[in-house]
């Protein structure tokens, strides 16, 4: 091939494509988070109109469902747009969004709310495909930095998110304008409606700006998509990276980490939203959006703030248990916020929990990545499996966390509203011992040896 004919994709990738890759990812994350700050209120008007009784369960189920087809989902999505190209796959994903945003938020049964998350997980399970636009597009040199898209991208989707779920949620209540109308009968539409909307903004601006990355010639010619072929390999991936030394420790680190972490995106709301009398605060959609919104501000000035003198001075390898007793400690600290000093209690632990999640995941990429690189191990492969196991993660976390919210909520301490949020400590700890497991790797050069003192 010719160096014409190998440049001509990064040619055509202009500003505007890069920035509806942008945009496409923050919507990602912006359908992640937009329903935590409202989620457990849906989930109790629906169980009471219906005589159910576990909404703890329910909320997990909601926000596991999501993530869920989202894993299953991406090996398809990267296999379609192998054969017929990232951009209209890319486009379908829009579409989608938009559709079942809005049925989640149109949602009158507790079923119809699960069978519009998992389909918005569906189409929301085309990320791979937004990176592998990228690398077709990018020269080794533009690689890095167009990634760097990609992780702000996520920082800045999960802050919007939550702010706009909260602060859109029963406008009948806060402006006269949607009295007496549709969003007054489903109060939780309008929020979904307006991630509809800028996805479908973000379609229409794909259509004019986002040219095709992948040409004909490079595309699959198999008639088979083969999807069942990439999941099935990407578990044997992950399965191998298990047993691998260090890098198996640094994955089981990050799969507690992640584990507990998702299992407050589960509770958190559960215990905000409970009656003063109870022990929770009382809150309401909009206060609960401007704490994860908090969360996700902290978390990028953490990862482009501090981030960078912290690994200098410390290394990733003691800045990976640092960040776990940070953010575990975080974590327990959220049941035991005073309802009189409540927002700024909570404000200081969810900037806690910020920035012990912000150290944790640079930290443990930077030593998969030295470590692969040393032991001369596909780079792919393993973040492959990180990636994979991270999101197995995702799924049972909020699942196991609305489990233990219904069986202990109504009971008596230890094991009462607590011990969600316990558990959350005990998987932070559980990674931190792990994490001082991780050998010192032999020192190749000056920069390798920093990161690991």
Same mark, same amino acid.
């Given at each position: 091939?010719?160096?014409?004919?190998?440049?001509?994709?990064?040619?055509?990738?202009?500003?505007?494509?890069?920035?509806?890759?942008?945009?496409?990812? *923050?919507?990602?994350?912006?359908?992640?988070?937009?329903?935590?700050?409202?989620?457990?209120?849906?989930?109790?008007?629906?169980?009471?109109?219906?005589?159910?009784?576990?909404?703890?369960?329910?909320?997990?189920?909601?926000?596991?469902?999501?993530?869920?087809?989202?894993?299953?989902?991406?090996?398809?999505?990267?296999?379609?747009?192998?054969?017929?190209?990232?951009?209209?796959?890319?486009?379908?994903?829009?579409?989608?969004?938009?559709?079942?945003?809005?049925?989640?938020?149109?949602?009158?049964?507790?079923?119809?709310?699960?069978?519009?998350?998992?389909?918005?997980?569906?189409?929301?399970?085309?990320?791979?495909?937004?990176?592998?636009?990228?690398?077709?597009?990018?020269?080794?040199?533009?690689?890095?930095?167009?990634?760097?898209?990609?992780?702000?991208? #996520?920082?800045?989707?999960?802050?919007?998110?939550?702010?706009?779920?909260?602060?859109?949620?029963?406008?009948?209540?806060?402006?006269?304008? #949607?009295?007496?109308?549709?969003?007054?009968?489903?109060?939780?539409?309008?929020?979904?409606?307006?991630?509809?909307?800028?996805?479908?903004?973000?379609?229409?601006?794909?259509?004019?700006?986002?040219?095709?990355?992948?040409?004909?010639?490079?595309?699959?010619?198999?008639?088979?998509?083969?999807?069942?072929?990439?999941?099935?390999?990407?578990?044997?991936?992950?399965?191998?990276?298990?047993?691998?030394?260090?890098?198996?420790?640094?994955?089981?680190?990050?799969?507690? #980490?992640?584990?507990?972490?998702?299992?407050?995106?589960?509770?958190?709301?559960?215990?905000?939203?409970?009656?003063?009398?109870?022990?929770?605060?009382?809150?309401?959609?909009?206060?609960?959006?401007?704490?994860?919104?908090?969360?996700?501000?902290?978390?990028?000035?953490?990862?482009?703030?501090?981030?960078?003198?912290?690994?200098?001075?410390?290394?990733?390898?003691?800045?990976?248990?640092?960040?776990?007793? *940070?953010?575990?400690?975080?974590?327990?600290?959220?049941?035991?916020?005073?309802?009189?000093?409540?927002?700024?209690?909570?404000?200081?632990?969810?900037?806690? *929990?910020?920035?012990?999640?912000?150290?944790?995941?640079?930290?443990?990429?930077?030593?998969? %990545?030295?470590?692969?690189?040393?032991?001369?191990?596909?780079?792919?492969?393993?973040?492959?499996?990180?990636?994979?196991?991270?999101?197995?993660?995702?799924?049972?976390?909020?699942?196991?966390?609305?489990?233990?919210?219904?069986?202990? *909520?109504?009971?008596?301490?230890?094991?009462?509203?607590?011990?969600?949020?316990?558990?959350?400590?005990?998987?932070?700890?559980?990674?931190?011992?792990?994490?001082?497991?991780?050998? %010192?790797?032999?020192?190749?050069?000056?920069?390798?040896?920093?990161?690991?003192?």
């Amino acid at each position: 091939m010719s160096d014409t004919a190998s440049s001509e994709p990064v040619v055509q990738a202009g500003k505007g494509a890069l920035l509806v890759l942008f945009l496409a990812t *923050v919507i990602d994350m912006i359908g992640f988070g937009i329903v935590i700050p409202f989620l457990t209120y849906l989930v109790e008007d629906l169980a009471a109109s219906e005589g159910i009784a576990e909404v703890g369960l329910w909320v997990g189920l909601l926000m596991t469902s999501y993530s869920a087809a989202q894993f299953l989902f991406s090996p398809f999505w990267g296999s379609v747009s192998d054969r017929i190209g990232r951009r209209p796959v890319l486009m379908i994903g829009l579409v989608g969004n938009t559709v079942f945003f809005t049925m989640f938020g149109l949602a009158n049964t507790l079923f119809i709310a699960l069978a519009a998350r998992f389909m918005a997980g569906v189409f929301n399970g085309n990320l791979a495909v937004a990176r592998a636009y990228i690398g077709d597009v990018s020269s080794p040199s533009q690689l890095n930095t167009r990634m760097g898209l990609i992780g702000a991208a #996520f920082g800045l989707g999960f802050t919007i998110g939550p702010f706009i779920g909260g602060e859109l949620s029963n406008p009948a209540e806060k402006w006269d304008l #949607f009295v007496d109308t549709i969003f007054e009968t489903y109060p939780y539409l309008l929020p979904c409606v307006a991630a509809g909307g800028l996805s479908l903004i973000s379609f229409v601006y794909a259509y004019f700006y986002l040219p095709e990355s992948l040409p004909k010639a490079k595309r699959s010619k198999k008639d088979k998509l083969n999807w069942s072929v990439k999941l099935a390999k990407s578990f044997k991936n992950s399965y191998s990276m298990l047993n691998r030394g260090a890098i198996s420790i640094i994955i089981w680190a990050t799969f507690l #980490f992640i584990f507990g972490f998702t299992i407050m995106h589960a509770v958190f709301i559960l215990y905000t939203g409970m009656a003063l009398e109870d022990g929770g605060l009382a809150y309401n959609e909009a206060q609960n959006g401007r704490i994860f919104a908090v969360i996700g501000i902290a978390g990028i000035v953490t990862q482009g703030v501090l981030i960078g003198p912290l690994s200098r001075r410390l290394g990733a390898k003691k800045l990976l248990p640092i960040s776990c007793f *940070v953010c575990g400690t975080g974590l327990v600290l959220i049941p035991y916020t005073q309802a009189e000093h409540a927002t700024v209690q909570l404000v200081l632990v969810a900037i806690i *929990v910020a920035v012990g999640s912000g150290l944790f995941q640079p930290s443990s990429s930077t030593l998969l %990545t030295t470590f692969a690189k040393h032991e001369g191990i596909n780079l792919g492969v393993v973040m492959g499996a990180q990636e994979s196991i991270s999101s197995f993660a995702r799924i049972l976390g909020p699942l196991t966390g609305g489990i233990v919210w219904t069986y202990t *909520v109504s009971r008596g301490w230890p094991l009462d509203y607590h011990t969600a949020f316990h558990l959350c400590g005990v998987m932070m700890l559980l990674s931190a011992i792990l994490s001082f497991r991780i050998k %010192t790797i032999p020192e190749t050069s000056d920069e390798e040896s920093k990161d690991f003192s």
